[in-house]
């Protein structure tokens, strides 16, 4: 399996590729920073699920760059971008927040359900102090392995 990881937080993102390696499973993940990469790296690669981050900045943040605007909802923005260049993918959100710009994650859900229907699988809400994330993301992965074998 090839998964796409768009996170910009180091802490979250090595949380969360330590627990896939954990599954023991052939999955290989490549991680994007931003908007930008998670766009890029989808539309040049064919990946079996995209995992979206939802507040991500615009550009990679570099030595010489502050990656630009930070956007609450940049996971939906990965997503209307990769369905304009009509590129095929499964995706799913995880995050740590409940609202982006007074909206809950389960409207901007619901508005990603409809933009991409059967191949949006939801989100998993990730959280320091819980482990309940880690059985949404090893749910998420067997799911997709089902789909794909």
Known sequence: MKLLLVEDDEHKMNDIISFIDTLKKNIIVEIARSVESGVQAAVDNRYD?????????????????????????????IVKELIDEEVAFRCAVITQYETFNNETIDQISQRIRQLCGDNYLGYVKYSTNTESWRQGIKELIEHVENIIN
Not at 63 to 69: F, I, L, N, P
Request: no cysteine; proline share 3%; aromatic share 6%.
């Open 49 to 77: 699920l995209v995992l979206l981050d939802m507040t991500i900045p615009n550009f990679d943040i570099t030595e010489k760059s502050d990656g630009g605007k930070s956007y609450k909802n940049g996971g939906e923005i």
